[in-house]
Nanobody
Framework: QEQLVESGGRWVQAGDSLTLSCVVS????????MGWFRQAPGKEREFVAS????????YYGDSVKDRFFISRDNAKNTVYLQMNNLQPDDTATYYC?????????????????WGQGTQVTVSS
């Protein structure tokens, strides 16, 4: 049974940077595409970024493009989300997710496994 555990979320000020991590256990991480999504209170879960199984292709949501960067370390079964110039609108619970077919999709329904989330709060 795959287990995804996010970490790194915390309270920060606008303009700060933060890196989230997600460790995957119990499955074939190196075959999975990985994604990051976020959900603010009262809003739908939103696509943030995704990366193919080999790290060769990545996609970003329009609201985070050029500020956030996704990467992965297959030797450590870990995917990262580096977030720069954080703004109050980035406040949300951030979730990592795995697509077992290796496709770095951009919708919630394309992912098979999910973590419990880590909270990021950005104050102005």
């Amino acid at each position: 049974q795959e287990q995804l555990v996010e970490s790194g979320g915390r309270w920060v000020q606008a303009g700060d940077s933060l890196t989230l991590s997600c460790v995957v256990s119990g499955g074939s991480f190196s075959h999975y595409a990985m994604g990051w999504f976020r959900q603010a209170p009262g809003k739908e879960r939103e696509f943030v970024a995704s990366v193919r199984w080999d790290g060769g292709v990545s996609y970003y949501g329009d609201s985070v493009k050029d500020r956030f960067f996704i990467s992965r370390d297959n030797a450590k079964n870990t995917v990262y989300l580096q977030m720069n110039n954080l703004q109050p609108d980035d406040t949300a619970t951030y979730y990592c997710a795995a697509n077992r077919f290796g496709h770095p999709g951009q919708t919630v329904h394309e992912y098979d496994y999910w973590g419990q989330g880590t909270q990021v709060t950005v104050s102005s």
